[in-house]
């Protein structure tokens, strides 16, 4: 069975880091691209980064830019969402996605995407 697990959410203060892991079972993540989604109560889900299968591009929405890194491990079968600077609007639900057959990724389209997992817990508060 082809499944996608997040961890690494919790609570941390502002200007604080986590680093979040999206691990797959039943399948090799490095046939398929990933992409952060996340999800603030009362907000459309929205779109974080993405890496590409061979990790030659990475993808970045303007709010994050600079502060969150996307990486993946694949002898792991992890990939990775290290978030710096935290913020309160950082705050939701975080999920990783996969697609496969594709030299791309895409923050943008959520449809676009075949296998999604359950979520982390992300929450920015003092």
């Known amino acids: 069975q082809l499944q996608l697990v997040e961890s690494g959410g919790g609570l941390v203060q502002p200007g604080g880091s986590l680093r979040l892991s999206c691990a797959a079972s039943g399948f090799a993540l490095d046939y398929y691209a990933i992409g952060w989604f996340r999800q603030a109560p009362g907000k459309e889900r929205e779109g974080v980064s993405c890496?590409?299968?061979?990790?030659?591009?990475?993808f970045y929405a303007d709010s994050v830019k600079g502060r969150f890194t996307i990486s993946r491990d694949n002898a792991e079968n992890t990939v990775y969402l290290q978030m710096y600077s935290l913020q309160p609007d950082d705050t939701g639900v975080y999920y990783c996605?996969?697609?496969?057959?594709?030299?791309?990724?895409?923050?943008?389209?959520?449809?676009?995407?075949?296998?999604w997992g359950q979520g982390t817990q992300v929450t920015v508060s003092s």
């Open positions: 996605a996969a697609r496969s057959r594709t030299i791309a990724c895409s923050i943008g389209m959520m449809g676009w995407y075949d296998y």
């Open positions: 890496i590409t299968r061979s990790s030659s591009s990475t």
